[in-house]
Protein backbone atom coordinates (compact mmCIF):
# COMPACT_ATOMS: atom_id res chain seq x y z
CA UNK A 1 0.00 0.00 0.00
CA UNK A 2 1.36 2.86 -1.17
CA UNK A 3 1.71 5.75 1.76
CA UNK A 4 -0.26 8.61 0.08
CA UNK A 5 -2.52 8.11 -2.23
CA UNK A 6 -4.23 10.46 -4.28
CA UNK A 7 -6.15 10.53 -7.69
CA UNK A 8 -4.29 11.91 -10.79
CA UNK A 9 -7.25 13.46 -12.45
CA UNK A 10 -7.90 15.23 -14.41
CA UNK A 11 -11.03 16.50 -13.07
CA UNK A 12 -12.65 18.87 -15.04
CA UNK A 13 -15.44 21.45 -13.82
CA UNK A 14 -17.08 23.99 -14.82
CA UNK A 15 -16.29 27.52 -13.51
CA UNK A 16 -17.97 28.30 -9.99
CA UNK A 17 -18.44 24.45 -9.29
CA UNK A 18 -17.54 23.38 -5.67
CA UNK A 19 -14.48 21.27 -6.22
CA UNK A 20 -13.21 18.51 -3.57
CA UNK A 21 -10.01 16.90 -3.93
CA UNK A 22 -9.26 14.02 -1.50
CA UNK A 23 -6.12 11.73 -0.28
CA UNK A 24 -6.15 8.41 1.86
CA UNK A 25 -3.04 7.84 3.83
CA UNK A 26 -1.73 4.91 5.77
CA UNK A 27 1.14 6.35 8.35
CA UNK A 28 -0.71 6.92 11.23
CA UNK A 29 2.18 8.74 12.32
CA UNK A 30 1.54 11.51 10.00
CA UNK A 31 0.15 14.91 12.07
CA UNK A 32 0.57 17.76 9.59
CA UNK A 33 -1.38 18.09 6.37
CA UNK A 34 -0.28 20.33 3.74
CA UNK A 35 -2.18 21.34 0.32
CA UNK A 36 0.20 22.79 -2.40
CA UNK A 37 -0.67 24.19 -5.90
CA UNK A 38 1.40 23.44 -8.79
CA UNK A 39 1.36 25.31 -11.93
CA UNK A 40 2.93 23.43 -14.55
CA UNK A 41 7.05 23.28 -14.93
CA UNK A 42 6.48 25.38 -11.56
CA UNK A 43 7.48 24.79 -7.94
CA UNK A 44 5.08 23.78 -5.38
CA UNK A 45 3.02 26.84 -3.55
CA UNK A 46 1.46 26.21 -0.26
CA UNK A 47 -1.98 26.50 0.03
CA UNK A 48 -2.80 25.56 3.53
CA UNK A 49 -2.06 23.30 6.57
CA UNK A 50 -3.43 21.55 9.14
CA UNK A 51 -2.33 20.14 12.11
CA UNK A 52 -4.30 17.05 13.39
CA UNK A 53 -7.98 16.49 12.58
CA UNK A 54 -10.22 19.55 12.03
CA UNK A 55 -11.04 21.57 9.51
CA UNK A 56 -9.29 24.83 8.42
CA UNK A 57 -10.84 27.55 6.40
CA UNK A 58 -9.18 30.98 3.96
CA UNK A 59 -11.35 32.40 1.81
CA UNK A 60 -12.44 29.90 -0.96
CA UNK A 61 -10.57 27.59 0.31
CA UNK A 62 -11.08 24.88 3.29
CA UNK A 63 -9.14 21.88 4.48
CA UNK A 64 -10.18 18.94 6.58
CA UNK A 65 -8.82 16.39 8.26
CA UNK A 66 -10.10 12.75 9.41
CA UNK A 67 -7.44 10.95 11.26
CA UNK A 68 -9.59 8.04 12.03
CA UNK A 69 -10.04 7.63 8.76
CA UNK A 70 -6.86 9.25 7.59
CA UNK A 71 -8.33 10.99 5.28
CA UNK A 72 -7.59 14.71 3.75
CA UNK A 73 -9.82 16.41 1.36
CA UNK A 74 -9.32 19.86 -0.02
CA UNK A 75 -12.41 22.23 -0.80
CA UNK A 76 -12.58 24.91 -3.25
CA UNK A 77 -15.50 27.34 -3.36
CA UNK A 78 -16.60 29.47 -6.37
CA UNK A 79 -13.80 27.68 -8.54
CA UNK A 80 -12.10 29.93 -11.23
CA UNK A 81 -10.21 29.37 -14.49
CA UNK A 82 -7.19 30.21 -12.87
CA UNK A 83 -7.13 27.91 -10.09
CA UNK A 84 -6.66 25.26 -12.57
CA UNK A 85 -3.46 23.45 -11.92
CA UNK A 86 -2.17 20.34 -10.14
CA UNK A 87 -2.85 19.85 -5.97
CA UNK A 88 -0.64 18.12 -4.07
CA UNK A 89 -1.31 16.91 -1.08
CA UNK A 90 1.55 16.62 1.72
CA UNK A 91 2.35 15.15 4.89
CA UNK A 92 4.53 14.30 7.74
CA UNK A 93 4.71 13.25 11.22
CA UNK A 94 5.78 15.12 14.56
CA UNK A 95 9.32 14.20 14.54
CA UNK A 96 12.73 14.18 12.57
CA UNK A 97 13.48 16.50 10.10
CA UNK A 98 9.76 16.88 9.16
CA UNK A 99 10.44 15.70 5.68
CA UNK A 100 7.47 15.48 3.51
CA UNK A 101 5.99 13.15 1.85
CA UNK A 102 3.47 13.56 -1.36
CA UNK A 103 0.28 12.33 -3.26
CA UNK A 104 1.46 12.19 -6.66
CA UNK A 105 -0.78 15.43 -7.14
CA UNK A 106 -4.82 16.20 -8.75
CA UNK A 107 -4.61 17.80 -11.69
CA UNK A 108 -7.63 20.14 -12.06
CA UNK A 109 -9.29 22.09 -15.13
CA UNK A 110 -11.64 24.89 -14.33
CA UNK A 111 -13.80 25.32 -17.29
CA UNK A 112 -14.54 28.82 -18.20
CA UNK B 1 7.03 38.37 0.35
CA UNK B 2 10.28 36.68 0.96
CA UNK B 3 10.96 33.78 -1.05
CA UNK B 4 13.05 30.49 -2.26
CA UNK B 5 14.70 31.17 -5.31
CA UNK B 6 16.89 28.87 -7.64
CA UNK B 7 19.60 28.71 -10.38
CA UNK B 8 19.66 27.73 -13.25
CA UNK B 9 16.00 27.29 -14.17
CA UNK B 10 16.82 24.75 -16.50
CA UNK B 11 20.40 22.57 -17.03
CA UNK B 12 20.84 20.56 -19.76
CA UNK B 13 24.14 18.45 -19.20
CA UNK B 14 25.89 15.09 -20.70
CA UNK B 15 25.78 11.71 -19.24
CA UNK B 16 28.79 11.45 -16.34
CA UNK B 17 29.26 15.19 -16.00
CA UNK B 18 29.22 17.27 -12.85
CA UNK B 19 25.87 19.69 -12.04
CA UNK B 20 25.86 22.52 -9.14
CA UNK B 21 22.20 23.25 -8.68
CA UNK B 22 21.89 26.43 -6.59
CA UNK B 23 19.40 27.62 -4.29
CA UNK B 24 19.06 31.03 -1.93
CA UNK B 25 16.55 30.20 1.06
CA UNK B 26 14.54 32.33 2.57
CA UNK B 27 17.01 34.62 4.70
CA UNK B 28 15.34 33.04 8.13
CA UNK B 29 15.01 30.29 7.87
CA UNK B 30 17.74 27.21 8.73
CA UNK B 31 16.18 24.45 7.77
CA UNK B 32 16.76 23.12 4.45
CA UNK B 33 15.80 20.56 1.59
CA UNK B 34 15.81 19.26 -1.90
CA UNK B 35 13.32 17.47 -3.26
CA UNK B 36 12.79 16.21 -6.86
CA UNK B 37 10.28 15.69 -9.50
CA UNK B 38 10.46 13.05 -11.76
CA UNK B 39 8.32 14.17 -15.02
CA UNK B 40 4.78 12.66 -14.32
CA UNK B 41 5.43 11.34 -10.71
CA UNK B 42 5.00 12.46 -7.22
CA UNK B 43 7.72 14.88 -5.41
CA UNK B 44 10.17 13.17 -3.63
CA UNK B 45 12.72 13.70 -0.44
CA UNK B 46 15.99 13.78 -1.28
CA UNK B 47 17.94 15.28 1.59
CA UNK B 48 17.20 17.72 4.98
CA UNK B 49 20.06 19.85 6.21
CA UNK B 50 20.42 21.95 9.29
CA UNK B 51 23.44 23.12 11.37
CA UNK B 52 26.30 22.46 8.11
CA UNK B 53 24.97 18.61 8.50
CA UNK B 54 22.87 16.67 6.83
CA UNK B 55 19.81 15.78 8.83
CA UNK B 56 18.09 12.70 6.92
CA UNK B 57 18.61 11.72 3.34
CA UNK B 58 16.35 9.03 1.32
CA UNK B 59 17.60 5.92 -0.36
CA UNK B 60 17.64 7.57 -3.80
CA UNK B 61 20.45 10.09 -2.23
CA UNK B 62 23.21 7.96 -2.83
CA UNK B 63 27.00 8.80 -2.67
CA UNK B 64 26.85 10.64 -6.09
CA UNK B 65 24.97 13.41 -4.31
CA UNK B 66 26.05 15.95 -1.97
CA UNK B 67 24.86 19.28 -0.53
CA UNK B 68 26.87 22.16 1.18
CA UNK B 69 26.20 25.68 2.23
CA UNK B 70 29.53 27.45 0.97
CA UNK B 71 28.38 30.75 2.36
CA UNK B 72 25.71 32.31 4.73
CA UNK B 73 22.98 32.77 1.79
CA UNK B 74 23.24 29.38 -0.51
CA UNK B 75 22.46 26.11 -0.95
CA UNK B 76 23.86 24.02 -3.30
CA UNK B 77 22.99 20.02 -4.12
CA UNK B 78 26.14 18.33 -6.37
CA UNK B 79 25.30 15.45 -8.18
CA UNK B 80 28.93 14.30 -9.27
CA UNK B 81 28.35 12.11 -12.14
CA UNK B 82 25.32 12.36 -13.71
CA UNK B 83 22.91 9.97 -14.82
CA UNK B 84 19.78 9.79 -17.56
CA UNK B 85 17.73 9.26 -15.06
CA UNK B 86 18.57 11.80 -13.32
CA UNK B 87 16.61 14.16 -15.13
CA UNK B 88 14.01 15.69 -13.59
CA UNK B 89 12.63 18.98 -11.66
CA UNK B 90 14.85 19.59 -8.29
CA UNK B 91 12.77 21.73 -5.60
CA UNK B 92 14.70 23.46 -2.54
CA UNK B 93 12.75 24.10 0.67
CA UNK B 94 13.04 26.00 3.50
CA UNK B 95 11.32 26.34 6.75
CA UNK B 96 12.12 28.51 9.98
CA UNK B 97 12.89 26.35 13.22
CA UNK B 98 10.49 26.69 16.08
CA UNK B 99 7.54 26.01 17.86
CA UNK B 100 5.33 25.61 15.27
CA UNK B 101 7.43 26.15 12.54
CA UNK B 102 6.47 24.10 9.85
CA UNK B 103 5.21 25.42 6.55
CA UNK B 104 7.99 24.66 3.90
CA UNK B 105 8.40 27.00 1.18
CA UNK B 106 9.54 25.58 -2.60
CA UNK B 107 11.42 27.27 -5.13
CA UNK B 108 10.71 27.27 -8.55
CA UNK B 109 12.56 24.50 -9.21
CA UNK B 110 15.96 23.95 -11.48
CA UNK B 111 15.06 21.58 -14.85
CA UNK B 112 17.98 19.13 -15.16
CA UNK B 113 18.20 17.29 -18.52
CA UNK B 114 20.50 14.44 -18.76
CA UNK B 115 21.25 13.68 -22.30
Known amino acids: QKEVEQDPGPLSVPEGAIVSLNCTYSNSAFQYFMWYRQYSRKGPELLMYTYSSGNKEDGRFTAQVDKSSKYISLFIRDSQPSDSATYLCAMRGNSGTYKYIFGTGTRLKVLA | EPEVTQTPSHQVTQMGQEVILRCVPI?????FYWYRQILGQKVEFLVSFYNNEISEKSEIFDDQFSVERPDGSNFTLKIRSTKLEDSAMYFCASREVGTGANEQYFGPGTRLTVT
Open chain 2, 27 to 31: SNHLY
